[in-house]
């Protein structure tokens, strides 16, 4: 029974949670009435359940699929008109959606349009959590569980996933995530190459290998190209191609004025560019705001972090250097919240007229957030403290108050004379290490582990809650209280994953291009990383399958054509790359590495490598580039045809498409006066006068005249013949010797 | 009379110059009778005349305006297919051709399709100077010397052209000069700001200045981002957007095989990309071969000259110091021009499949070799004379051979010693306003005023010739004899054209972005470099001009949306000046530069100027672009909405452009049981079982079960209504307590 009810969703397309704030009932009743009146408008038919204590669940469903298919039609058209796809669909709305069926993704995705579009786009106009909507908590589809079960298990039993898979999450989720997934698969097979060649060179040649270094750079530039033109063929395989050419109107778009445009006569919301460009500009202060605020907190904490470890020789000592490494994991994520936040205020701020535009926007944000937040303490250690650790130290007494109170006497707390400190060589390997292995291993957990156990933990209190509420006689009866009982499982089952977060890719995708970025930058310094990676990975595809499909809710299908911003975050990591890699490289390469002693480094030959190797990437970028490019896929070559077809097809129609069609068009054809030629016997150089003669009585216009002379072709062919005759090359001379 | 003759054409559309060679006379007159019959069959009305002593002249013209309009259509048609033009010709071609008639150029362009395209694309097939086709000299339309007389006029009389002038040489002589004169007019333009701040700089500041060099490398970002822009908004304006898209099929394009389409079922010429790619890996030994060639060359007489200049004081010095100048002058265009045909043989032989392609990659070869012709010496000057002359010169003594002849004894030829030896501080000044002037002036004559000079004296000569021909009773009567007399004179002219060249545009292109390489890699040497190349400029349109109009045929006219390939050029220039121009100011600013020897530099400085210099220039260039593209102009604006209007279209023609269609579509509207609502007065929670029940025994199907309970969105909304009744929110707490 209870796979069977797992089983069926009672056909239910879509799911809104209605809450009824604490506040204002009275609203709450209003606007819930207006939303009822606008989904039957659209063309949804609805049921009411109970949610958990203050929501409502409205179920949502086709009323009609003959209006479905409509919506579909036009969906169709809209992609045909902006080159989504090729083929313009005909007929009437109802049998081209038999011809062409829905995947689920696809299905979703249309009534989502006809819940949230605004009604001129055909829609609902339901903004969840917005403006007068605000009330509507949620809108998300129901999970399909056998699909989830079965993803479960077969992806577990797999190393790789086949192209059907991907397929499969798409169909089933949407193109974006389908997109994460292609990304992560390619990457996780991309990785055996450099995890392989990163063992043989870490048994080999070691740490720091110039080897490794030009190779992995390699690699970098290789992987980062194939994935661009792998989007493009998954674009085609999944006929999202230029899908980001229909860009959808965010609905928090704040025009500056309504002008009425002169070509159309369409109202346009318009927002001067200019004035975009002048708010963009906050974005200066803040990536300063971020690199200050993240900066001076990650520097600080690194400072004593060295200070206790390598100065400090007191009690407690073992602790103490934890201390530092806890205030990181307590002050880093709370800051970086609060810069998300400001960042997204800004990101509003600078009103983008189109969704994709302010995700690009607030994307690249992010980023940088998490650049800072992400590789500061590396970058100290191999350009900071190995370089400069024997001159910084002395001056880090002032950090001496930190453990004033542990230390037993002034001596313990004593910065060491710049000759007498040596730094610790391991450390920069160590702090690889832990980003390589420790960090990706908590990673996982915090992502996948700790949501289950507050999830269960949650639900336990919430029962025990209502529990004590029915002890002492609570007025309040469960919620599931006036269930149908044929309809409980059903009901609890759709409490709970309302009662889940949303699953958002991008944080997925941000983890993805940030441990690229290790790779990319540092790789070099610990050549095992590759390796932890790679298992990772595999471990990770499955962590955000559960993630996807037990953790969340089922998430609204988004096309798209790519993975966005992230692929340029990407580029300019491997760029950095180049030159992080040649610098460390020089600095470690031969030996363990500096003595923290800047003397030892020749800044010269630093700045060498660094150039030559940065501008060898360049050159290698382009050249891996254009060749990339010029490489023929089955796919292109498969839309290619079809293009081809479609113009065929359209010139057919026109009547055009045999090429000598004019000839045969034409009455008059000059071909059809062969005859009139034998009128010509033997043209002369004098017949040519005559007829030049009676021609110019005729006609007044000399152009008239010009044109007169040789009346077809034939003609034109013997007079031509004659002049040739006339000219003195070496036929002729030949002939006059007889 | 004259001026009468000039001004008409006799309606000639084209003309065909057609040589017979002196060998195979048979062959060329069996030819000459399939060109006469191949042009008759596309269409094509001829005349045939006498031109000079070996060859004819075949006027064409076509001979029903209505099959013109058909192939117009066609293009059109096709036009529409890969989105050149928005909207889709309607009606028949007769009078589609007289909605929107054809501008000059465009009747060109198309009856030069109609004789050179291939028959499946509807030409007659004709391939100037190939094939079977190789004497077929020339295909060329006339000049119009009415227009040619107005803009030699008018534009010697104005300082900038006006976007209708720039409309008017598209709409004479095609899109791809259009871009060339429009690229040369914005770059005209944009040079008044760096020519005013190089002048203030140099009389401010004096040479090398830091200030100019931040500027001036501004500036090039801008002005190549601004060109970008610039491009895209002419090919709005011209109609011409995408139309690099349609690719013209090379004619010589050798396939490896012919498939057939599996698709699309067309015979499809196919050559492997990976085959090509391989030939391409051959531009490198060609790129080197251009070095080692050029380079050794342009050492060695840069070396010799050094050598007389400053180590020899002997006799004759004054006259060999120009010695190595006039071997160069002499080498390089000769070595230069067998790299050329080199690169020419090896570009055919990578066998590309679009004449674009092909063009695009003879360009990027051709940019390699004037690359290095144009800036070695000078790169010498900087980085190797003026650094290391000190420590080089005393090895040039083995070059003392060169003047041995010449000196009276040893000492005149002794090279000092290192520290003896100083250089000259003027060197690169002097050679930069060698370029920046003197290189601009010799080139503007042997541009206009030789080949005015040398057809001149050809014509001349020929005279002489044919009269002392006659003198000596020679046979051959003049080409004119048989011309009737009132075409002589327009005769005269057609053969003077005929024997024109043909007009390159990408040479004058070439030039320009030579010129800007100077700009952006060296004009800090001398700040007034951009002044002088401001009048220059101004010289060049007009030569230019004359050019077009005078010196050589009209060319036939090419349709483009861009410079092309250049525009990567003038990237890669403007990336290369962030580095040479921070190098120069390093090394030079602040006194009079370096004494030539190299300990004065200190190449860790050296490389981080350079260093940041380059970064930084990339991050502004990054802003910048992003900055321009967010910039919104009126054409794009026009464009967008003529998109919008053809969408709309269509959906209006689907039915489907009102949104709110699927209500009033749907015949079993829910809105319509409004009435059916009143069976259910009040709802309690009771009675919300008994109907659970009720339905419950109705059907089997639970999903059917579950739709069912609410029949109608009234009724759902007063079951959500009292479901909200028996919530425990604030309002329902203070219900209770009454």
Redesign the interface.
């Known amino acids: 029974m209870a796979s069977k009810v797992l089983q ?1 969703n ?2 239910v397309d879509y799911v809104i949670s209605y809450r ?7 609203a ?2 209003a606007q ?2 207006k939303l ?2 606008a ?5 949804l ?6 949610g958990d ?2 929501s ?1 669940l ?2 949502v ?1 086709i ?2 699929e ?2 479905f298919a ?2 579909v ?2 969906s169709r ?2 992609d045909w ?3 989504v796809r090729q083929i313009q669909p005909r007929g009437d709305p109802a049998e081209a959606l038999g011809a062409e069926p829905l995947t689920d993704a696809e299905r979703h995705r249309h009534v989502h349009h006809m819940i949230c579009f605004s ?5 609902a106009g339901i903004t969840p959590n917005h403006g007068e909507w605000k009330n509507v908590e949620a809108v998300f589809p129901l999970q399909d569980h056998v699909k989830n079960k079965k993803w479960l298990t077969e992806f577990s039993s797999k190393t790789f996933l086949n192209p059907e898979d991907l397929d499969d999450i798409r169909d089933t989720v949407g193109e974006k995530i389908g997109y994460y997934y292609a990304f992560l698969q390619t990457y996780f097979s991309f990785l055996i190459f450099p995890a392989a060649f990163g063992f043989s060179c870490w048994v080999l040649l070691g740490n720091f290998s110039a080897v490794y270094a030009v190779v992995n750079g390699l690699w970098c530039v290789v992987f980062v190209e194939y994935w661009k033109r792998q989007e493009q063929e998954l674009a085609i395989r999944w006929g999202v191609k230029n899908v980001s050419a229909i860009e959808a109107k965010r609905r928090e778009f704040e025009p500056e004025r309504v002008a009425t ?4 006569g ?1 109202k346009v919301a318009y927002f001067p ?2 004035k ?2 002048l708010r963009q500009l906050l974005q200066i202060p803040l990536a300063l705001l971020c690199v200050v605020a993240l900066g001076t907190v990650i520097c600080t904490c690194y400072a004593i972090e060295i200070f206790i470890s390598e100065v400090y020789n007191g009690p407690l000592k073992s602790i103490l250097v934890f201390t530092p490494t806890i205030i990181l994991t307590l002050a880093v994520p709370a800051i970086s919240n609060y810069l998300t936040q400001f960042a997204e205020k800004l990101t509003f701020y600078e009103n983008y007229e189109t969704q994709e535009a302010h995700d690009r926007a607030m994307i690249s944000k992010v980023f940088v957030i998490n650049f800072i937040t992400s590789y500061t303490a590396i970058f100290l250690t191999s350009f900071v403290y190995v370089p400069f650790a024997s001159l910084l130290v002395p001056y880090l007494d002032v950090l001496s108050l930190t453990v004033k109170p542990f230390a037993e006497n002034e001596k313990q707390m004593q910065t060491p004379s710049p000759a007498a400190f040596s730094i610790n060589p391991n450390r920069l390997r160590n702090q690889m290490i832990y980003f390589a292995v420790t960090a990706q291993v908590v990673n996982f957990a915090m992502e996948t582990v700790v949501p289950v156990l507050t999830q269960k933990g949650t639900k336990k209190y919430k029962e025990m809650q209502s529990s004590r509420a029915e002890k002492s006689g609570g ?2 009866p469960s919620v599931s209280a ?1 269930d ?1 009982p ?2 409980k499982e ?1 009901l609890t089952r759709v409490r709970e994953e309302a009662a889940l977060p949303e699953y958002d890719v991008t944080s997925d995708l941000r983890e993805m291009c940030i441990q690229f970025g290790y790779l990319a930058l540092f790789s070099v310094i610990w050549p095992l990383t590759p390796v932890s990676y790679f298992f990772n990975n595999w471990l990770e595809l499955r962590g955000d399958t559960f993630k996807l499909t037990v953790e969340c809710r089922r998430p609204n299908p988004v096309r798209a054509d790519s993975i966005g911003p992230w692929l340029d975050s990407l580029e300019f990591l491997a760029w950095l790359g180049s030159i992080t890699t040649a610098a460390l490289v020089y600095m470690f390469s031969g030996g363990n590495g500096p003595d923290g002693k800047p003397h030892t480094i ?3 030959a630093l ?2 490598s ?2 030559f190797s940065e501008h060898i990437f360049l050159v290698v970028r382009v050249l891996v580039r254009s ?1 990339i490019s ?3 896929s089955a796919a292109m ?2 839309e290619r ?2 293009r ?5 097809k ?2 057919e129609e ?1 009547g ?1 498409a045999d ?5 045969t ?7 059809q006066d062969e005859s009139g030629s034998q009128a010509f016997a033997s043209i002369t ?1 004098e017949t ?2 005559d007829d ?1 003669r009676r021609d ?1 009585l005729s006609s007044s216009d ?2 008239d ?3 007169r ?2 009346r077809t ?1 034939t003609e ?2 013997k ?3 004659t ?2 005759e ?7 001379k030949s002939k ?1 010797q007889q």
């Open positions: 069926s009672y056909d009824i704030p604490e506040d204002d009932k009275e709450a009743i819930f009435k009822v009146r989904l039957a408008e659209t063309g038919t609805t049921e009411v359940r109970r204590e203050t409502l409205l179920f469903k009323s009609d003959r209006i409509q919506v039609y036009r058209i809209k008109l902006y080159g009604r001129e786009e055909g829609g445009d002169p070509v159309t369409e560019a200019k975009r460009i007025t309040a006036n149908p044929e309809e059903f020749k800044l010269w700045l060498l660094v150039f060749a010029k490489l023929d070559r498969k045809s079809e081809f077809m479609v113009r065929r359209f010139l026109a055009l090429a000598i069609k004019p000839l068009a034409s009455p008059n054809s000059p071909l150089k040519l006068e030049a110019s000399p152009a005249r010009f044109w002379r040789q072709w034109t062919e007079v031509g013949l002049l040739i006339l000219m003195d090359v070496g036929g002729a006059k």
